[in-house]
Structure formats: structure tokens, C-alpha cells
């Protein structure tokens, strides 16, 4: 059974820094691409960040850039966010995914979910 598990979100002011970890089990991890999505409430689920299965290829949505980083650990089967610069529109529950055959930003290219950790960026 294949499980993600999600931790290290919580509360912060603006302008501060969260890390993000996924745990996965129950597959083969290096052979999946991870990605990090985000859902506000009343809002869509949206793309944040993904990772190819060695880590050498990452990709981020424009929102992301220059302020998230994602990395993995093949070694522990986990996945970062690190968060830094983070401000309020940031606030969202922040889900990790694995996709088995090279999914891009769209929710429903991606195989396996965890099951959300809140971030709240306090102003």
C-alpha cells in the first residue's frame, strides 16, 4: 500500500521560512517524479514545485520561484519543500504527489497523494 505522508507545516509570520517533508512508502520511490501542490480554501488545487526521479530536474511554477526549493532523499524515500520569503497568498493546505510516468503540473497526472499539511502565513 502505497503511503505519502506529509509534515513540518504550521504557523508563521511573513516573511519567514517553513521545511516541508514527504515521507513515502509502499513504492519504488526513485522511479517516480514527486511534486508539491497546494490548495487554498475555495480555491483549486495548484501545482507548486516538482522533482525528476534522480533529483537532477526540478521545475516550479512562477509563484515558487526564487522563494521554494525541492529536493529529495532517495536514500530516506522523502521529499522537501523549503519555504522561505513566505508571505500570506502562500497560506494553503500543501499536498505532495508521486507520478510514475513523468506527470507535469496537472493534478491528475499524478498516481499517489498524501494527505495535506496546512501552512498559515500570518501578516
Do not use: H
Amino acid at each position: 500500500q502505497v503511503q505519502l505522508v506529509e509534515s513540518g507545516g504550521g504557523l508563521v509570520q511573513a516573511g519567514g521560512s517553513l521545511r516541508l517533508s514527504c515521507a513515502a512508502s509502499g513504492l519504488t520511490f526513485n522511479y517516480y517524479r514527486m511534486g508539491w501542490f497546494r490548495q487554498a480554501p475555495e480555491k483549486e488545487r495548484e501545482f507548486v514545485a516538482r522533482i525528476s526521479p534522480s533529483g537532477g530536474g526540478t521545475y516550479y511554477a512562477d509563484s515558487a520561484k526564487g522563494r521554494f526549493t525541492i529536493s529529495r532523499d532517495n536514500a530516506k524515500n522523502t521529499v522537501y519543500l523549503q519555504m522561505n520569503s513566505l508571505k500570506p497568498e502562500d497560506t494553503a493546505v500543501y499536498y505532495c504527489a508521486a507520478s510514475s510516468y513523468g506527470g507535469t503540473y496537472y493534478p491528475n497526472e499524478y498516481n499517489f497523494w498524501g494527505q495535506g499539511t496546512q501552512v498559515t502565513v500570518s501578516s
